[in-house]
């Protein structure tokens, strides 16, 4: 009984540790920098000017997008 709870104390300090080495290779690698971004960055318009649509080919044949 004794050696089990030894045991769990020592992999829950192992687990905290290792918890602790990726919450600080995380911030140094800058995952925190800009936490406000991606929420405005989904909200921007992707439609610029000469993208093309994937799903229409650019050979010459679509009608739709040539000049009258």
Known sequence: MMWSMFLLILLTMA???????????????GQY????????R??????????QDPAVP???TNKSHHEN
């Open 15 to 29: 687990a905290g540790f290792a918890g602790w080495l990726l919450f600080l290779w995380a911030v140094k690698s």
């Open 58 to 60: 650019d050979d010459g």
């Open 42 to 51: 989904m909200l921007e318009d992707d439609d610029e000017i000469g993208k």
């Open 33 to 40: 920098d800009d936490i406000e971004g991606p929420k405005y």
